[in-house]
């Protein structure tokens, strides 16, 4: 007999912070396949920051905005379990913008890779460390960042999946790696767990004379996953002919009114900095390398990370508002199966 898929909806443009209202779980028959097509049972979701944008607020960033009794959009690891398409065989593991449901019916076409697995890589990484998020690290540090040997590199975020991946691979090129997170506990694990430098508290309300105390030598690249009254805080912090990833702006996403005006633009020109937003999806041709670097830094314990797990496709939209109010440490996900 064929299984029920559950789904959560996108229901309403949020006010703020995403409640339950926003979301609406159904149960749907799922139809007999097609030519070409697989069945696939999802056992992971990732929950990222970009959602809330697709969930409205004017965003163009990663695509259209999500219309209401759309499948919330997501990333998600899965198992092909019956299929009608020769490339995909059952138990093929694979990563793919399948959606926050227990089942989807996929043609191939909005999977992202078939995870060949490897030694001492766990399967959840694909849809961390060595998924989107470490991919967005590396290329964000690697290729915007271009950070030298000896240089500074803050990174906002730093407890994240993303920005714990950064500063880690910061540290494999031979740089400082100094974090930015929102806990004293936060912060331990960066120092402690993900091998950083130095982590400052940013919500004890004094990081620029925390940055300044442990970037003796100034910041060279400032991987930004923030924005706003944070960026401000550390422009003056960084040195003459500093390169800024601008990776997101976390502080904007669930930002009612106005947005933050910068104010210290001024030392954009004065120091020559360069800014630079980035899309990770911009930077196709170097996945696959990016993958197996990170791959091999995980196998070989250099990349460590964390993952914060909800249980259940109906506590979805529960974990999505905690990873964005700071409550993950490391890369939230939801086990479905
Ligand atoms: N450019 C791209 O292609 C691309 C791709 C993937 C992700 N991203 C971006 O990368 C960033 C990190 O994403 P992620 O998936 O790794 O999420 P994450 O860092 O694992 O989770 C979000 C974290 O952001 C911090 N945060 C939330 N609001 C904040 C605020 N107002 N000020 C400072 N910190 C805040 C919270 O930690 P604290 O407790 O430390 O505040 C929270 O745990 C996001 O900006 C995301 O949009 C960009």
Request: proline share 4%.
């Amino acid at each position: 007999m064929k299984p029920t898929n559950t789904q959560v909806l996108f229901r309403q443009e949020p006010h703020g912070f995403p409640t339950s209202e926003d979301f609406e779980i159904v149960k749907t028959p799922l139809p007999d396949l097609a030519a070409g097509q697989v069945l696939i049972s999802n056992l992971y979701l990732s929950l990222d920051p970009y959602m809330r944008m697709l969930m409205g607020g004017g965003w163009t960033y990663s695509g259209n905005p999500m219309t209401p009794g759309q499948v919330m959009v997501g990333r998600v690891l899965g198992k092909v379990v019956e299929s009608n398409n020769p490339d995909f065989t059952p138990g093929d593991r694979v990563v793919g913008r399948l959606g926050w449901q227990t089942h989807a019916i996929s043609d191939g076409s909005n999977l992202d890779f078939k995870i060949a697995t490897k030694k001492d890589v766990p399967l959840t990484a694909y849809l961390g460390a060595c998924g989107s998020n470490g991919v967005t690290a590396w290329v964000g540090l690697k290729i915007i960042g271009n950070p030298k040997a000896g240089e500074t590199v803050l990174v906002s975020a730093a407890a994240g999946s993303v920005g714990s991946a950064v500063g880690q691979i910061a540290k494999t090129l031979g740089c400082r790696a100094i974090g930015i997170a929102g806990s004293e506990e936060k912060c331990r694990i960066v120092t402690d767990e993900f091998g950083f430098d130095a982590c400052c508290d940013y919500k004890r309300g004094d990081l620029a004379e925390q940055i300044q105390s442990v970037a003796n030598d100034g910041v060279d690249v400032y991987f930004d996953s923030v924005g706003g009254e944070m960026l401000d805080t550390v422009l003056p912090c960084l040195n003459r002919a500093a390169r800024v990833p601008v990776c997101g702006v976390l502080c904007q996403y669930n930002a009612e009114g106005g947005c933050y005006g910068v104010k210290n633009t001024r030392l954009i020109f004065d120091k020559k900095l360069r800014l630079q937003g980035f899309l990770l999806s911009d930077y196709r041709e170097v996945w696959s390398e990016a993958r197996a670097e990170l791959e091999d830094l995980v196998a070989s314990g250099r990349l460590r990370y964390r993952e914060t797990i909800a249980t259940g496709i109906e506590n979805a939209s529960e974990a999505f508002t905690g990873m964005l109010r700071g409550h993950n440490i490391g890369k939230q996900l939801v086990q479905l199966m």
